[in-house]
């Protein structure tokens, strides 16, 4: 499928994803305040890294080798059988961790050990995300594209409906245990999928774990986990920072923006997973990478200003319409943060290049540097500017990792493809 067919039905996933969205961020707005969406941006940090560990951190992996395989079956049926027993291994063993450290994870994340049970929920309901996140990857790979989009599209209903209702129902908690359960139930609807499908014949056997599958999986994964414990960890120690210095509500002010963001952003984001990254893993020739990216950018980029343009132009009326009152303020955050997504969106585009062609040292080295730059950044200019000053390290350190990952690229893959 084009980038253009591809682009025009992940906008209908986003498009509802963005309306749902704005219904939850109102009801959250009402019944948990900024100080609760604080805490919200916590345990999302935290789900990342949970998430990556219990099977999403080789989810590009299978979404990779899954193309690039194509037509071979033999070798799709090997690969799913031994990411889906690896993942649901680890995601067991998560499981029972967090039971095990809950109140200790309670409090350091959220405050209180008052949240503890949140953790439960979360570690039953690891075996179904785990499934979740390799079921979307093999269809992604499969270039299922109307199967995927309409997951999506389920994941955004469900979890928007959970989440307004448990918040409607216990407040924050109800909030945070939705976080934790809403991809599981979606789970349950990709199973249903996947079984239905002639082409896939999942075996859970340990017969079928193929161990040279798996070394490839594991490249893929440790640049996958490296991102979602690195970039989380600063996040979490950013905003703990913050709270300490500027007050929860700013910060849940701050992170209101962020979710503006992130709606917004998924309108490319999302075609940068579905179509980039097989398109990326199948691709031997140098020079039709090279047009790959370009056609990419075109779009990409003028889609990223005009959509930043209009949020800040509209930014003293999407503020009202999408929280309450005691939100008034945050228009000050928008500048910089859109400054940022711009940035992000440029260098995102190359660093799917380098997943889609497992260019797992340059991409370790970046999330660890460019990790410990943007958390250097952050507290000192943090430090003299609050929440602003965070913002402007963000964008910089944007700015600095698309230079990285473009000085890498022309250096690196030239020489190991076709030309």
Known sequence: MGLIKTSLLNAIAVIVKILTALGLNKVLAIYVGPSGYALIGQFQQALVIVSALAGQAIQNGVTKYTAEYGADQSAQNRLWSTAFVFGLGVALLCGVSIVLFSRQLSTQLLGSDEYQSVFFWLAAALPLLAINSLGLAVLN????????VSLNIALSILGAAIASLLAMWKGLYGALVALAISQAVVGLLTIAVLIKKPWFQLKFQFVSFDFSELRKLLGFGLMALVGALVAPAV??????????TQGASPVGQWHAVTRISDVYLMFITTTLSVYLLPRVSETQSWSALKREIIKVYQLALPAAFLMAMAIYLLRFQITPILFDSSFAGMEVYYPLQLLGDFLKIGSWVLGFVMLGKAMVKWYVLAELLFGLSFLILGFWLGADHGIEGVLLAQAF???????????????????????
């Open 141 to 148: 790979g499969r270039k299922e594209v109307v199967n995927y």
């Open 397 to 419: 350190n944007s700015a600095l990792f698309w230079l990285y990952c473009w000085l890498v690229i022309v250096k690196d893959l030239p020489s190991k493809m076709v030309m």
């Open 235 to 244: 996040q979490i120690t950013i905003r703990n920072f913050l709270i300490e």
